[in-house]
């Protein structure tokens, strides 16, 4: 998990990201292992635990700024817009997520993505997302 801790600034309890499987110049792909351990999981739901759809739109997130920041300059990614998230299956502990983002456009500072998270070759959330790299 290094190498991921060597390119974003997050950390747990909010690191949704273990590692790079594999990524080129414009796409990336990255897993995270849901342990059941996580903290949002004591209110979300007792008895009944799922993972929130808003931190699998982060845990995409989190990967497309893990391909931001192999590019030449450097900064910060802020997530700026999302549009057209679906969620298609509930992800629990015990899966593991596999995350690819792709870069459709860059403009300047600004990148536009698209993210799509499987759980044993199932999507169980789709997503675009534009962030903006911003000096840190």
Known sequence: MSEVKDLIP????????????EKDSDSITTSY?????EDFFKGHFPGNPIMPGVLLQ???????ACLMASGASSGLGVVTKVSNARFKSL??????????????????????????TQVEGKTVCALEFTCAKIDS
């Open 10 to 21: 997050q950390r747990d309890p909010f690191l949704f990201v273990n590692k790079v499987v």
């Open 33 to 37: 292992k849901v342990t059941g351990e």
């Open 58 to 64: 982060e845990a995409l997130f989190q990967s497309g």
């Open 91 to 116: 992800v629990r502990p015990g899966d593991e997520l596999i995350m690819k983002v792709n870069i459709v456009e860059q403009l300047d500072n600004a990148f536009y993505f698209k993210g799509r």
